[in-house]
């Protein structure tokens, strides 16, 4: 199944202008950095690219044919001396005012997608309009809303803004930004863990902004965990249900299993990841947490607590958690801290980890290559 890419012509790959008819040479301006970057997405991605656009009154008195064709043909010719061949083109001549089922935001144009052949859930409609949205909706694909503030196009979406925001994976008017966004895939992943003991569910966006919503039971267990989503810069929703009337070790040892665990599924192939990463001072101590996603499980820990609790939660379960981590994620870790507050100190651990999974699961987007010689992690 091929995911496809369908693309607007006047505002997203072209300026358009205030008449919006581009109807001669002078009024052909080229939107800012398209061909660098749709060159790249064409040659490094696997979409196939559609463009997508209606024309209002094309081949009528409005707007006659002979003043269409040489720029069009030009716009293609030179996008394809880029690199950049649009697979298709569909062209809707109708006014809005014919309410036709071929004129975007309507999929009449475009029926042959909805076959076994295309992708559609991992396709996108990339235009300045809101009807570009929409059209992204009727197909079951998402959204990347060029936004020039010009509100064009308004006046013909059927449905509300509200319900279109579900559709807008991205918002941006950088072709740049645009290229990053299709380049690295979105690395969310939820995981659910029911056993006799335990009852898990675990989201993580791995790009986020430091979100979380964490329920374990255990309120010191939720501070530390907040820490890995507040300092890692991720996202986390964990919820637990463990039987804590007997002790905190299921719901702690479970729980650091599942996170490591949705972690493993969520870097995917690990293409572009610094894959390594933290030393980090807290008050009277210091902890460095060395981390490594190369697919193998190993914890070397060298901390040591004096009291037995920290809030309700065992100090034994703070190697377990991490050792379960390990396991799950198939990382190695390398844990180390100094210091006399034992509360500190395990903050310490947990702000240090977050650290060092920003930096590990980082990509770069200009150099999406396994950083290992093996050929695989």
Not at 15 to 32: C, G, V
Not at 46 to 53: K, P, R, Y
Not at 82 to 92: A, L, N, R, T
Not at 101 to 123: C, H, I, Q, V
Request: negative net charge; proline residues 3%; glycine residues 8%.
């Amino acid at each position: 199944m091929k995911p496809v890419l369908f693309i607007d012509r006047d505002g997203t790959l072209i300026k358009e202008p205030a008449d919006e008819q581009i109807d001669s040479f002078e009024k052909l301006e080229f939107y800012p950095k398209v061909f660098q970057y749709l060159s790249k997405i064409a040659k490094e991605l696997n979409f196939e690219i559609v463009m997508i656009t209606n024309q209002d009154g094309l081949g009528t008195e409005v707007y006659p044919e002979d003043t269409f064709w040489p720029v069009h043909n030009f716009v293609l010719k030179t996008f394809e001396a880029e690199g950049v061949v649009f697979k298709e083109q569909f062209i809707d001549r109708t006014f809005a005012k014919d309410n036709a089922p071929t004129r975007k935001p309507n999929t009449g144009l475009l029926t042959k997608y909805f076959s076994e052949d295309y992708d559609l859930a991992n396709s996108f409609v990339i235009g300045d309009r809101l009807t570009d949205v929409e059209l992204a909706k009727n197909l079951g694909s998402k959204g990347i809303f060029i936004n020039d503030n010009t509100n064009l196009g308004t006046d013909e979406v059927t449905v509300s803004n509200n319900e279109l925001e579900d559709y807008i994976a991205l918002e941006t008017n950088d072709w740049e930004a645009i290229y990053k966004f299709l380049k690295t895939t979105e690395r969310v992943g939820s995981i659910e863990r029911n056993t006799n003991e335990t009852k898990i569910k675990i989201g993580l966006n791995l790009d986020g902004t430091g979100k979380s919503n964490i329920e374990t039971g255990i309120a010191f267990f939720d501070h530390m965990l907040d820490q890995i989503a507040r300092h890692g810069q991720i996202d986390l929703d964990i919820k637990v249900d463990g039987d804590l009337e007997v002790d905190e070790h299921h719901t702690i040892e479970d729980a650091a299993i599942a996170l490591g665990e949705v972690f493993a599924t969520t870097l995917g192939n690990k293409l572009g990841i610094e894959r390594y990463g933290f030393s980090l001072p807290m008050d009277d101590c210091l902890a460095q947490v060395g981390i490594d996603f190369g697919g193998r499980n190993w914890l070397v820990w060298e901390a040591e607590f004096k009291r037995e609790m920290i809030g309700k939660m065992p100090t034994e379960m703070f190697y377990h958690f991490f050792k379960s981590f390990t396991d799950g994620a198939k990382c190695n870790l390398n844990i180390k801290v100094e210091g006399t507050n034992e509360h500190h100190k395990i903050e310490a651990i947990f702000k240090a980890f977050a650290k060092a999974i920003k930096m590990a699961v980082k990509q770069d987007v200009d150099k999406m290559i396994l950083p290992s010689t093996k050929g695989m992690l």
